[in-house]
């Protein structure tokens, strides 16, 4: 069975400040995988989704992130925090089928800015 | 803008009500999805319908019912639900197969019971 887990439930930094949020990921097979951000009283929007084209992802809102197969990993993270990326991020693999793109989610990570 | 549209985006019920959650989605996707997320909670996979079947029930209890009656549109019915049923549900689609088709999710529906 496939599983992410994201280290660290809660994540902190200052605006400016560089932001990284880990996801290690459990496959038997070259996984899918996606990250996705929800803000407060909304539902799930995509940052970015793995393609086995490239290693190095780039999404919206200056997010990107790396496959590195060695470790299993699929950090995100972005240069520069604004205080707007304060939510709720979730990374999750994907089990796709004929019976639909089964996401099984990670545990997720708050991310904090503070000014 | 969300492409996926729920209604209603809250709903307070008592435990011998009947009510439906809607879902609507104009993207041409043939797979869709309710999740349940509580909270601090990452979203729980509840059902899938697969060009309009049912494809996957998670162990659902029965007090939830869900409908697909034609590809845009997938409804989740409610009866006699529990307190703890409380929390947000979110529709999602996605195209069907062999591929890393994203899902596309709603704003949700935020469930109250009493």
């Known amino acids: 069975a496939q599983s992410v887990t994201q280290l660290g439930s809660h994540v902190s930094v200052s605006e400016g400040a560089l932001v990284l949020l880990r996801c290690n990921y459990s496959?038997?097979?070259?996984?899918?995988l996606f990250w996705y951000v929800q803000y407060p009283n909304q539902g799930l929007q995509l940052l970015l989704k793995?393609?086995?084209?490239?290693?190095l992802v780039k999404g919206i809102n200056g997010f990107e992130a790396e496959f590195k197969k060695s470790e299993t990993s699929f950090h995100l993270t972005k240069p520069s925090a604004h205080m707007s990326d304060a939510a709720e991020y979730f990374c999750?693999?994907?089990?796709?089928?004929?019976?639909?793109?089964?996401?099984?989610f990670g545990g997720g990570t708050r991310l904090m800015v503070k000014p | 803008d969300t492409e996926v549209t729920q209604t209603p985006k809250h709903l307070v019920m008592g435990m011998t009500n009947k009510k439906s959650l809607k879902c609507e989605q104009h993207?041409?996707?043939?797979?869709m999805y309710w999740y349940k997320q509580k909270a601090k909670k990452p979203p729980e996979l509840m059902f899938v319908?697969?060009?309009?079947?049912?494809?996957i029930n998670e162990s659902v209890p029965s007090r939830f019912s869900p409908e697909c009656p034609n590809s845009s549109l997938l409804n989740l019915h409610l009866h006699a639900l529990q307190p703890e049923d409380s929390a947000l549900y979110l529709c999602?689609?996605?195209?069907?197969?062999?591929?890393?088709?994203?899902?596309?999710f709603g704003n949700g529906t935020r469930l109250t019971v009493t």
């Open positions: 993207m041409g996707h043939r797979a």
């Open positions: 319908y697969s060009y309009e079947k049912l494809s």
């Open positions: 999602a689609s996605s195209r069907p197969g062999q591929d890393n088709s994203p899902l596309h």
């Open positions: 793995y393609t086995s084209a490239a290693t």
């Open positions: 496959s038997s097979v070259p996984p899918y």
């Open positions: 999750a693999v994907s089990a796709p089928s004929n019976a639909g793109n089964m996401l099984t």
